[in-house]
């Protein structure tokens, strides 16, 4: 009777133990994770205290981000002066994919490396590219799933002038 | 004696629980499609050899279409 016992504790256990959990992405109103805690590779800016920031997880075999990237680099010429930070999160496996493609994509915005896709894992972004436009309080405001040309650039400015204000 | 058939349910229901761990799937996250994005895992990537192929199956087995493979490609947008 004690093994059968043990035999289901143990099948139970490794059964929820396989079972891949559950994604828990970032909703609106959740505090962004602080950047520092990541291991990000880059130039990852030391305080965003104040500030509207636009954190962006791409990877270079990903089209779409691609097509962002000159409207990504027009907002932050564009609102930069008014306290608008972008982020570009890269998550190529391989750092020469991720140079290659940014030899092409010359930008004004930061980009920064998460080798160990530990902080995208953390987000749980729903497709490629996924972003997130966080307020001054350095909550998640807004949330981006895909990016759907100039639709989304219009989404994205009028989102940055409310949070801007 | 009652409890036999308890056991037997939780036997049972261990089992099923551990199924879905050993059936060796594997969620493929939108971050980590890059092999599969890769141009080389295009089934069309010669639009050349798709036409005669598409002509093939068409005329020797009155096929056509169909191809698509669920969870390929970048998975982008």
């Given at each position: 009777?004690?093994?059968?016992?043990?035999?289901?504790?143990?099948?139970?256990?490794?059964?929820?133990?396989?079972?891949?959990?559950?994604?828990?992405?970032?909703?609106?109103?959740?505090?962004?994770?602080?950047?520092?805690?990541?291991?990000?590779?880059?130039?990852?800016?030391?305080?965003?205290?104040?500030?509207v920031v636009i954190v962006d997880f791409w990877a270079s075999w990903c089209g779409p981000c691609g097509e962002s990237f000159p409207a990504m680099d027009e907002l932050q010429k564009?609102?930069?002066?008014?306290?608008?930070?972008?982020?570009?999160?890269?998550?190529?496996?391989?750092?020469?994919?991720?140079?290659?493609?940014?030899?092409?994509?010359?930008?004004?915005?930061?980009?920064?490396?998460?080798?160990?896709?530990?902080?995208?894992?953390?987000?749980?972004?729903?497709?490629?590219?996924?972003?997130?436009?966080?307020?001054?309080?350095?909550?998640?405001?807004?949330?981006?799933?895909?990016?759907?040309?100039?639709?989304?650039?219009?989404?994205?400015?009028?989102?940055?002038?409310?949070?801007?204000? | 004696?009652?409890?036999?058939?308890?056991?037997?349910?939780?036997?049972?229901?261990?089992?099923?629980?551990?199924?879905?761990?050993?059936?060796?799937?594997?969620?493929?996250?939108?971050?980590?499609?890059?092999?599969?994005?890769?141009?080389?895992?295009?089934?069309?990537?010669?639009?050349?050899?798709?036409?005669?192929?598409?002509?093939?199956?068409?005329?020797?087995?009155?096929a056509a279409g169909g191809k698509g493979v669920g969870g390929g490609g970048c998975g982008c947008n």
């Amino acid at each position: 009777m004690q093994s059968n016992k043990l035999i289901c504790l143990v099948g139970l256990a490794l059964g929820l133990a396989l079972v891949p959990g559950a994604q828990a992405a970032l909703k609106t109103g959740d505090a962004f994770p602080a950047l520092a805690d990541f291991h990000l590779t880059g130039p990852v800016p030391a305080d965003l205290a104040g500030k509207v920031v636009i954190v962006d997880f791409w990877a270079s075999w990903c089209g779409p981000c691609g097509e962002s990237f000159p409207a990504m680099d027009e907002l932050q010429k564009k609102f930069g002066a008014q306290g608008l930070v972008i982020i570009a999160v890269n998550e190529d496996e391989n750092k020469s994919d991720m140079d290659d493609f940014l030899k092409t994509h010359t930008v004004s915005f930061t980009v920064v490396r998460d080798a160990k896709q530990s902080l995208v894992e953390v987000a749980g972004i729903g497709t490629m590219p996924g972003s997130f436009v966080l307020g001054r309080d350095g909550k998640v405001a807004f949330a981006h799933n895909g990016y759907h040309g100039s639709e989304t650039k219009k989404q994205y400015e009028q989102e940055i002038l409310s949070l801007l204000k | 004696m009652k409890t036999r058939p308890l056991i037997r349910l939780a036997l049972l229901l261990s089992l099923l629980a551990t199924l879905p761990g050993v059936t060796g799937c594997q969620n493929v996250k939108p971050w980590q499609r890059g092999t599969l994005a890769d141009y080389t895992m295009k089934q069309d990537r010669d639009p050349t050899s798709e036409a005669l192929n598409e002509h093939i199956w068409f005329s020797r087995e009155t096929a056509a279409g169909g191809k698509g493979v669920g969870g390929g490609g970048c998975g982008c947008n």
